[in-house]
DNA sequence: GATAGCGGATAGCTTCACTATCCATTCCCT
DNA sequence: AGGGAATGGATAGTGAAGCTATCCGCTATC
């Protein structure tokens, strides 16, 4: 394959194929000449997976090269790759990290999380450290009616967790393992996100129009 | 409240405060004279929000104030709100809508959906083709063994989504609530994102530490 | 009455993700 | 074997986004 067929079977203009080329987030391919290369079936499923990491996950080209620097190491420890993945999921620090505020916000969801008996990494841990975020944020607002809605997400996040890493885990091979987290990782949030969206609209419609038209419109 | 005060209070720099004000995100303050003007305790909320908005939902200025035209519009029905936040959180279409394997992924979700007998309004629903959009991705990528997690996301997202939604309805005014929307669609999309990534760190570690050292960091 | 700060307008900056243009070389068709 | 198209590689340019800097004439305050 080279690489105009490349760029025709993935949708991808040729140009841009040439620059994730550059970037590094796709390998070259098999050199048959001084300017010729031979592309295979593998290189067609990374250009699929940036695209997807890019364009449904969100993720900027510069963390998408992290993602899958760390997913090509074959002696990275696993941990290390979902690591990888959850700080180009997250790497976005709000300015007011350590203000006081912040360092409540963060005792608080550590606190849940620790009264759960999670097991959390507690120094330099994104996550953490981006649910501090949001609930200084909702402090901030001073909405407290939203307060226990944080306990909704505890809940509804431990059995969904578990699930995730048990299919992950599943997958046979180290290598599928290791596709398995950057895909569930990535996707994994945007499919949840729109399902959450897809939820909150049927419920209101149920709330709001229940009592005044009664007119269901799906089901 | 002058301005420079409204920077300081904030920590937002002074020029920036100025360019939310070109862009209409934050309203003009009271005029006291030709150069001067008063702004209120309301727009260093507005301000803060506008931050959080931006800063934590990574929303961008546009949405933002999409988002804050349409709760600011006193006589817009309550779902049109909830449109407008979901519009900002979701608004970014995969190029593939409308292929075949985009429509199979719509339809599998819209199936799902109509199962568990949601609401859904077919027509122009960016949270089931967001949600399309991931599946579909998901499939092209050829991992079966996540498929199983589709039903993982809608059985947790429907109790969510109802405590959700009933949270923001009990917040009394009109007003409240509409803020309530805009903050708990934006902001509980991170906390809920941020959980996830916390929750599946805890059992990633659990399952494979667990056999090898077993030394629990948090708890 | 000096001077610091104000609002308003305009222009500039940086980053990001591409996109376009060259070039010498090579493919491949006739 | 000859010639147009495509290739790898390098370099430069583009457009949007989100600020940031500078200037101006005016005003509040000391």
Not at 59 to 82: C, E, M
Not at 192 to 210: F, I, P, Y
């Amino acid at each position: 394959m080279r690489i105009s067929e490349l760029s025709a079977a993935s949708g991808v203009p040729l140009p841009t194929v040439k620059y994730y080329l550059r970037e590094g987030l796709l390998p070259a391919g098999e050199r048959t000449a001084r300017n010729q290369a031979e592309y295979g079936p593998e290189h067609l499923a990374r250009l699929r997976l940036i695209r997807a990491l890019v364009e449904v996950g969100r993720l900027s080209v510069a963390d998408v090269h992290a993602v899958l620097a760390a997913s090509d190491n074959p002696r990275l420890p696993l941990n290390d790759v979902l690591g990888a993945a959850h700080d180009a999921v997250t790497r976005r620090a709000a300015p007011n990290r350590g203000e006081p505020a912040w360092n409540d916000a963060r005792a608080l969801v550590l606190d849940m999380a620790k009264q759960r008996g999670w097991q959390v990494h507690e120094q330099h841990c994104a996550a953490l450290e981006q649910a501090a975020d949001a609930v200084a944020a909702v402090v901030a607002t001073d909405m407290p009616e939203l307060y226990p809605l944080i306990d909704v997400y505890f809940e509804a996040v431990e059995p969904m967790a578990r699930r995730e890493v048990e299919a992950v885990l599943s997958m046979g091979s180290e290598d599928q393992i290791v596709r398995g987290v950057v895909i569930g990782t990535v996707l994994g949030e945007s499919l949840l996100n729109a399902l959450r969206l897809l939820a909150q609209q049927s419920v209101s419609t149920e709330l709001l129009e229940g009592g005044e038209a009664g007119e269901a419109t799906g089901a």
